[in-house]
Each structure stands twice: as structure tokens, then as C-alpha cells.
């Protein structure tokens, strides 16, 4: 849908004089400033231009490689309705990655670079799938930890100055509070069963809420894209920013449940009304992004299995497209 008209020509970034050049650029920040969406023909900087593709690209690899930690359950429900639902989430997946993909499309890159790239390793998404998933209470720790994480992340992406991203994001984000409700839903079950099923809730919640809180990316301090992109309002809010609203909205949630934040120096500040958290081992997200995480090898392992897989079904599509141009060719004739 984002793809439309993409082979006309439009306002592309070619070597300008300086004079010039500066002023585009200026012209440009100003509609970023007014809030005006920028669009695909519209003129952008250049580095505008890749911090989106590799920004749209790495969420869109996140999405494709996130179904599958929660597919891994699929088979292995504990009912049919927790089937079906589990289903329908990792297929809701599946097509944010294809909203995305869409997406960054409209920047000039090919879906099948992106692909490739995803499968040579060379390019990263969110470390948080990087992570095993060995019992079912997983499944419901993913949905409200990561699934929340994710939307306080991409609600401001409704927002970007990019107009295809910002209108993905819509889409995406009222599914993503679904998926967000449906985690959640399945910890309560969780936290209020047996004895058994209350330490598998507590259990998952130990595993995944500092991954949750690697989610948002590094410190503030180290970050190389935040100043840039919040000036070009791709981004709304600093990583700290987005990972101090998460806490302080799931903190309260998991007191509900009944179940402890596995941080011992938690604590509530009340001079600035926030929580105020331990460290994050950043060496530990830093190898998982390196491709050292539990998980790593087996998820790219499975992207490049499907990707062979599915040679089939590109190449059938292909011929029948073909097919189908000659068919018109001949009764244009």
C-alpha cells in the first residue's frame, strides 16, 4: 500500500551547491518543525533517509523474528482457545513486518535487500527474541512485558515525521495493546492457580524483565541516534525516557498480580515520583546484539530455513506473474 507509484520519479538527494543544499535542508527541518509529514518524493537529507531504513528495517527484522519465540508454543497450548489466540497474535506479527517492510520501501531499498541482510547476520533486530521460551507462562510474560514495552515504545512512532512509518505505526499499535492484554490476562490466570502455576508466573517475570528493559536500547549517554533522530522527530522521547514511563506503568501491574520485580534495589522515589531501578548488565545486551545471546544462532537458523523453504512459492509467483502479463500482452494485441 506504501509501495504505490513508487516507479515515478520523484526528489531525490543529488549533490547540490552548498548554498543550496543548505537551504533545502533548512526548508526542510522547518516542515519537521511545523509537524508536516514528509513523504516519499518529498526532498529529505540523505541521513535522514538511512537512519529510517535502518531504524524501519531492524523494527520490521523485530517483528519477523519475534513470531517466532511464541510460535514455539503453538503446538503445545494448553488449550484450543489459547491455540487460536496464539495463532492469530504470531500471524498479527507477521504482518506488522509486512507493514514494515512496506515502509521502508519507500525509502529506495529492496524487501529482498532487507532480507538478505537479515540472513547474513549483518543486520540486527531487537535482542529481546534472542531469549528461550521453556514454559507456557513465557508466552504470557512475552505479551505483557515485551508486547508492553513495544508499545510504549511504538506509540510515539504514530507520531514520526515519516508519514509511511507514522500510519504503519497505527495499525500496529492497536493490535499491539490486544497483544498486551492478552499477556497479561494469561499471568493473571497464572499468578491466581496452583502454588505450581504461581512460581512459573514468577518464574517467567524473572526471566524477561531485564531483556524487557534492555528493550529500549542503551543509556541515554551511550545512544549515537538519539539526539539526531529527536530533532528530526522520528523519535519523540530519549531511551531512558521510554524505559522510565515502561517501568512505572508495569511495577504497579505486577503488584496486582502478586508477583515481585526481580530488582532488589527497586524503590519508590517520591521526590521525583518515579521508580528508581538497579543497574542494567549492558554487557549482557551488548553480547546478545553481537549474536552471543541464548538464542541467536537458532532464530537466524530459522529465518534462513524458512527463507530456503519458501524458494518454491517466490519462484510460482513469479512464473504466474509472467503469465498472466503475456496473457494481457496477447489481448492488448
Request: aromatic share 12%.
Given at each position: 500500500m506504501y509501495t504505490q507509484g513508487l516507479d515515478s520519479p520523484g526528489t531525490v538527494d543529488l549533490p547540490a551547491p552548498a548554498a543550496d543544499r543548505q537551504a533545502l535542508e533548512r526548508r526542510f527541518q522547518a516542515r519537521v518543525d511545523a509537524e508536516?509529514?514528509?513523504?516519499?518524493?518529498?526532498?529529505?537529507?540523505?541521513?535522514?533517509?538511512?537512519?529510517l531504513i535502518r531504524q524501519i528495517s531492524q523494527h520490521a527484522h523485530s517483528e519477523i523474528v519475534g513470531m517466532l519465540p511464541e510460535g514455539n508454543w503453538i503446538t503445545r497450548a494448553p488449550s484450543l482457545l489459547r491455540k487460536s489466540i496464539l495463532i492469530a497474535k504470531v500471524q498479527d506479527e507477521g504482518g506488522h513486518?509486512?507493514?514494515?517492510?512496506?515502509?521502508?520501501?519507500?525509502?529506495?531499498?529492496?524487501?529482498?535487500?532487507?532480507?538478505?541482510?537479515?540472513?547474513?547476520?549483518?543486520?540486527?533486530?531487537?535482542?529481546?527474541?534472542?531469549?528461550?521460551?521453556?514454559?507456557?507462562?513465557?508466552?504470557?510474560?512475552?505479551?505483557?512485558?515485551?508486547?508492553?514495552?513495544?508499545?510504549?515504545?511504538?506509540i510515539p512512532l504514530c507520531r514520526c515525521s515519516y508519514g509511511p512509518y507514522s500510519r504503519a505505526m497505527i495499525r500496529v499499535c492497536k493490535e499491539e495493546s490486544f497483544?498486551?492484554?492478552?499477556?497479561?490476562?494469561?499471568?493473571l490466570r497464572l499468578a491466581r492457580g496452583t502454588t505450581a502455576q504461581q512460581?512459573?508466573?514468577?518464574?517467567?517475570?524473572?526471566?524477561?524483565?531485564?531483556?524487557?528493559?534492555?528493550?529500549?536500547?542503551?543509556?541515554?549517554?551511550?545512544s549515537t541516534h538519539n539526539e539526531q533522530s529527536t530533532r528530526w522527530k522520528i523519535k519523540r522521547f530519549t531511551n531512558d525516557e521510554l524505559r522510565q514511563k515502561f517501568v512505572d506503568f508495569t511495577v504497579p501491574q505486577a503488584d496486582?498480580?502478586?508477583?515481585?520485580?526481580?530488582?532488589p534495589k527497586l524503590r519508590w522515589d517520591?521526590?521525583?515520583q518515579h521508580y528508581r531501578?538497579?543497574?542494567?548488565?549492558?554487557?549482557?545486551?551488548?553480547?546478545?546484539?553481537?549474536?552471543?545471546?541464548?538464542?541467536?544462532?537458532?532464530?537466524?537458523?530459522?529465518?534462513?530455513?524458512?527463507?530456503?523453504?519458501?524458494?518454491?512459492v517466490r519462484e510460482a509467483a513469479l512464473a504466474h506473474a509472467a503469465k498472466q502479463k503475456l496473457r494481457t500482452g496477447r489481448a492488448a494485441a
Open positions: 508536516e509529514k514528509i513523504e516519499p518524493k518529498d526532498w529529505m537529507p540523505d541521513a535522514y533517509r538511512q537512519t513486518g509486512l507493514y514494515l517492510y512496506s515502509a521502508a520501501e519507500t525509502l529506495g531499498v529492496s524487501r529482498d535487500e532487507m532480507f538478505q541482510q537479515l540472513l547474513a547476520g549483518t543486520a540486527k533486530y531487537s535482542s529481546i527474541f534472542n531469549y528461550p521460551t521453556p514454559t507456557w507462562a513465557d508466552v504470557g510474560a512475552i505479551g505483557w512485558l515485551v508486547d508492553g514495552a513495544a508499545i510504549m515504545n511504538q497483544h498486551q492484554r492478552q499477556g497479561f490476562e494469561i499471568m512460581q512459573m508466573a514468577q518464574a517467567a517475570l524473572n526471566r524477561w524483565w531485564w531483556p524487557s528493559l534492555m528493550m529500549f536500547g542503551p543509556s541515554d549517554t551511550d496486582f498480580l502478586g508477583l515481585k520485580i526481580p530488582d517520591e521526590a521525583s531501578c538497579g543497574e542494567i548488565d549492558w554487557t549482557e545486551f551488548k553480547n546478545v546484539l553481537k549474536g552471543h545471546g541464548p538464542c541467536n544462532q537458532e532464530r537466524l537458523a530459522a529465518r534462513r530455513r524458512a527463507y530456503e523453504e519458501g524458494q518454491w
